[in-house]
């Protein structure tokens, strides 16, 4: 047998000490009665015998002095009944308090079963809490280790953010040391820049005079024979109707990396390119023959736009340096740098006259400048969203642009706080470009070039092609001359052009690079004689139906 706990043992003693003491208390009344019983029992056999006996005997011997013996003997057998009879009370008695001891302890076995039930009961739940409380012994003791680990982990992070704060501290210092040389260093990199930009313009001019005199040579030697009158290129190029270009007459390698912008001149003598090598460049393009006539150079990154002025004297370039700039055309020289973007320049145009200029820019702003003033920023249009191009919109005072939310807005250059109207059309819009006085088109990276009808401020034809793909956010669409195609290279190095009424593709250029690289820019010749397009792959192509 399995040995009892201690407190099991002593509960045990208890009860049985209990047990003895309530039956030690009727043991002696029990033997009592017992001794009483045996008593009264022999005495009725011994009175009995007795009476029999003298019965017997008085039967056959009556004397004189009988009477009294007889007497003697009946009290005493009247002093026994009674003691008989006080003893069978007393026996009745015992017999009911025996009934009554037999149901205490009936009443107490049922009481020690009940407390047995409950000692189990009891034994159960000490046992499910002993169960618990080594539980929670354990989980006391995961979370002392816990705790300690925790502890241990917060020192190792507090030594930690010491040595970082006293690194920061040393950092800052180091920071503001650096501040200080950054704008003892900004300083000598502006007189740096601008010794490079005097350097630069006296090397144009340098260049400008050997041309010069290599020109006037050229022409003294043609003017011993021949009188040659030289082109008027300050005239206005008139375009009766536009040459649908059907192939590539020429393509060169015009920059060291992607070009990314073309414009004529108005005149359309001189083509401008500009390139992410951060230059720009000058070119003669006849027929398909071209020559570069120079460089305009102080970019600092790559060029997204380039543009001339209505007298050809001046060429507006932006780039991807937060500034755009200005320069003479004939001289090469640097005249204005226009800064005050937070983001590159996608977009500088002339804004109706050479003394102002209009920049769209990604920090989401148009700012306005005046060259007459120094090229001082004298407009900000905060337009909420990235601008890729601009034009003029209709009156003196109105201005377009298309930007990367799908919009193009229209602004009033008077009162420049909020756009007069906004349009919404499918893919942001990577180039806007004027056609008649009402109809400006619209290139979308939705794959898609839409015709905008200023009038009614909605999209009122829309072209597309299958294999047409837009190459990326500055891609650039073009009308004719007179209004009566649009055109748009393609992300497979395509030439796509339409016909702007019908809507109808009238033709599908394949490239001539190889292997092909997309379309960045198109720019189509004033006169409408032929179509220049540029590409990643470093080249420019002419196209005409020559």
Same mark, same amino acid.
């Given at each position: ?311 050809? #004297?001046? *060429? !507006?370039?932006?780039?991807? @340096?937060?500034?755009?700039? %200005? $320069?003479?055309?004939? /001289?090469? =020289? ?62 003196? #005072?109105? *201005? !377009?642009?298309?930007?990367? @939310?799908?919009?193009?807005? %229209? $602004?009033?250059?008077? /009162?420049? =706080? ?129």
């Amino acid at each position: 047998m399995a040995e009892l706990p201690k407190w099991r043992e002593k509960i045990v003693d208890a009860l049985r000490e209990r047990d003895m003491r309530q039956v030690e208390c009727f043991r002696g009344l029990i033997n009592d009665y017992n001794r009483l019983f045996e008593g009264a029992d022999s005495l009725r056999q011994n009175i009995n015998r007795t009476l029999f006996q003298e019965r017997a005997v008085g039967g056959h011997q009556i004397s004189g002095d009988a009477g009294p013996a007889l007497a003697a003997a009946t009290e005493k057998i009247q002093v026994l009944e009674q003691k008989q009879v006080h003893m069978l009370e007393e026996l009745t008695s015992l017999h009911r308090r025996r009934g009554e001891n037999a149901q205490m302890i009936v009443d107490l076995n049922s009481d020690l079963a009940k407390l047995r039930q409950q000692l189990a009961a009891t034994d159960q739940l000490l046992a499910e809490s002993t169960a618990d409380c080594e539980t929670l012994k354990e989980r006391i003791a995961a979370l002392e280790q816990t705790n300690s680990e925790l502890n241990a982990t917060n020192q190792t992070l507090k030594d930690e953010y010491n040595a970082l704060h006293l690194i920061y501290m040393q950092m800052e210092k180091n920071f503001k040391e650096a501040q200080t040389e950054r704008d003892s260093l900004l300083a000598r990199c502006l007189e740096i820049k601008s010794n490079v930009a005097e350097k630069m313009n006296q090397e144009n001019e340098e260049f400008v005079r050997r041309r010069q005199l290599r020109v006037q040579r050229e022409l003294e030697d043609a003017t011993r024979d021949v009188v040659v009158v030289p082109p008027d290129t300050s005239r206005v190029a008139a375009c009766i109707e536009a040459a649908l270009p059907t192939k590539s007459i020429t393509s060169f390698d015009a920059h060291e990396s992607e070009v990314n912008a073309l414009a004529w001149s108005p005149s359309g003598g001189q083509l401008a390119s500009g390139g992410s090598d951060r230059k720009v460049k000058l070119w003669t393009v006849r027929g398909g023959q071209y020559q570069l006539m120079g460089q305009y150079t102080g970019c600092n990154k790559g060029i997204n736009s380039v543009a001339f002025d209505d007298e050809e #004297t001046l *060429l !507006l370039a932006a780039g991807n @340096d937060l500034a755009s700039r %200005v $320069w003479g055309v004939a /001289d090469f =020289r640097l005249r204005y740098t226009l800064t005050g973007h937070s983001g590159p320049v996608m977009v500088a145009k002339f804004l109706g006259s050479n003394t102002k200029v209009i920049t769209g820019s990604r920090d989401r702003t148009l700012k306005g400048w005046d060259l007459q003033r120094g090229g001082d920023c004298v407009m900000n249009i905060f337009a909420n969203s990235i601008c890729f191009d601009i034009v003029d919109g209709v009156g003196a #005072t109105n *201005l !377009l642009s298309g930007h990367y @939310d799908s919009t193009i807005k %229209v $602004w009033d250059t008077r /009162d420049s =706080r909020e756009p007069k109207h906004v349009i919404k059309v499918d893919g942001h819009v990577t180039s806007l470009a004027q056609g008649t006085e009402f109809r400006v088109l619209c290139c979308t990276r939705a794959d898609t070039l839409k015709v905008v009808d200023l009038r009614t401020m909605t999209v009122a034809r829309n072209y597309e092609a299958d294999g047409f793909h837009v190459a990326c956010d500055y891609s650039r669409a073009v009308f004719s001359p007179d209004c009566k195609y649009v055109a748009a290279g393609s992300g497979t190095g395509d030439l796509f052009i339409w016909n702007e009424s019908s809507r109808r593709l009238e033709k599908h250029l394949p490239a001539v690079s190889s292997p092909p690289s997309c379309v960045l820019a198109t720019a189509w010749h004033p006169e409408g004689s032929c179509l220049v397009s540029s590409d990643k792959a470093k080249r420019i192509t002419v196209w005409s139906d020559i």
